[in-house]
């Protein structure tokens, strides 16, 4: 007569029995829902954290992509040596042929736009308010292909009318008081020059668009100004400051580095969105790696439950397990049965987890809006986080983390009772029944 095949019918009922057994019964069922519940406790929270995670890095790299040029050339400084005045002068780098460089940097394979842009400091006022701002000298066309800039949903005025003022964002335009159609001044301390030196240089624009980047820091601080108004209120007359480059693939950025470099000539240097905020970037992996570390402990722990539940199931049904092997049940088939006692419990743990975990990602902006209610604003502060909410993204990677670590640890966790009750004797079982 054949053997059952491994993992047969019947092995699945005398697990599932057991693991519904009363106290009374011999059963451990409340380790049993303690090894549960902590299970899914584990997974939720390890779910849910790489949602946010993840999110917050989608967030902050679209802030960033959408504001922001994926590489910026520019040239730099020149020194040279006065004989007469033994004294040695300092030339800031200006790209002259700037429109002819950008149409020859666009013709790259690769690259989406290039566009000149001249870049400077003021000082931003409005009657008392005031606070220091950088302008961006920049053309219409190039202001509306900004995604984050444009949006009409987060924006206010008319985008159009763009070539008769300044853009302002919404946090620079707050702490000014200024809105669409209000006045501010800008102060630039390179202004005339004059026999007595170089005179600071003034003017008031316009407000006739008011944007929200999504970033705290960028919305503070940032202007945009048409580009010959730049040129003109800056001294940078038939120059630019620097070249805005954008890619088809912004995470592959640094590989038309070389090209960039290739096009712009001597004295050309690159710097990519991954330079500025790669450190940063960097970091949030290195935290999610030890974040996912730290609550896979967690699950670990409660999967040594099961263990402990295994080992008093084991020892509570030592006359069943003597019976059964009396009655021709193999030591695989035992260990089979306590194996699969302990992972009916991780499978059913790790399933609840991944809903109430999922169930948790999908709600979280729900759950911050009333902490940041509750709390007054204080459980999220978008001046220290950068970005005015806590988004998450649930990636299939991340589930597939979570439920993979976890069904491992229970798994594993129950070899050592299954193992254990399989080779009980099956004579010592009975001695005493």
Not at 280 to 290: G, H, K, T
């Amino acid at each position: 007569m054949a053997s059952p095949a491994p993992f047969s019918r019947y092995e699945f009922l005398i697990a599932w029995r057991y693991l519904r057994a009363r106290r009374a019964e011999g059963g451990v069922s409340v380790m049993t829902w303690i090894s549960l519940i902590g299970i899914a406790l584990g997974v939720m929270a390890l779910i849910a954290t790489l949602a946010v995670r993840s999110g917050f890095r989608a967030e902050y790299v679209d802030t960033i992509l959408g504001a922001n040029a994926h590489s910026t050339i520019y040239y730099a400084p020149t020194s040279f040596y006065n004989e007469l005045t033994e004294e040695t002068y300092i030339s800031p780098g200006r790209i002259e042929d700037y429109d002819a460089l950008a149409a020859k940097i666009a013709q790259i394979p690769g690259v989406t736009r290039a566009t000149p842009v001249v870049r400077a400091q003021v000082m931003a006022s409005q009657a008392d308010a005031a606070n220091v701002a950088e302008v961006y000298g920049v053309t219409l066309d190039t202001l509306k292909a900004m995604e984050r800039i444009a949006d009409p949903e987060t924006s206010g005025g008319n985008i159009d009318d763009f070539d008769r003022g300044v853009a302002l964002g919404v946090g620079l335009a707050r702490e000014l008081g200024v809105g669409v159609g209000d006045k501010v001044q800008l102060t630039a301390p390179q202004g005339a020059k004059t026999p007595f030196g170089t005179t600071p240089r003034r003017e008031s624009y316009d407000v006739v668009y008011v944007f929200s980047a999504g970033r705290y820091d960028i919305d503070r601080t940032r202007i945009y100004m048409p580009m010959p108004e730049a040129q003109s209120f800056f001294n940078r007359e038939g120059v630019a400051d620097e070249i805005e480059v954008f890619v088809s693939d912004p995470e592959q950025v640094d590989n038309w580095t070389p090209q960039l470099l290739d096009a712009a000539g001597e004295r050309a240097q690159v710097w990519t969105w991954r330079d500025a905020s790669g450190d940063f970037l960097r970091a949030l992996d290195i935290e999610d790696n030890v974040m996912f570390l730290i609550l896979g402990i967690l699950v670990l722990i409660a999967s040594m439950n099961i263990t402990s539940g295994l080992i008093m199931l084991v020892k509570n049904k030592g006359r069943d397990i003597g019976i059964l092997r009396t009655m021709g049940l193999t030591e695989g088939a035992v260990l089979r049965v306590f194996f699969l006692c302990g992972a009916f419990t991780g499978v059913l743990g790790t399933i609840a987890g991944v809903i109430l975990g999922v169930a948790l990602a999908l709600n979280v902006e729900h759950i911050m809006t009333f902490l940041n209610w509750a709390s007054n604003g204080g459980a999220w502060n978008a001046s220290v986080r950068g970005i005015y909410e806590l988004p998450a993204k649930l990636r299939g990677i991340d589930i597939a983390k979570a439920v993979g670590l976890s069904l491992f640890l229970s798994f594993v966790v129950t070899i050592f009772p299954a193992r254990r009750a399989a080779r009980m004797n099956p004579v010592e079982a009975l001695r005493y029944e």
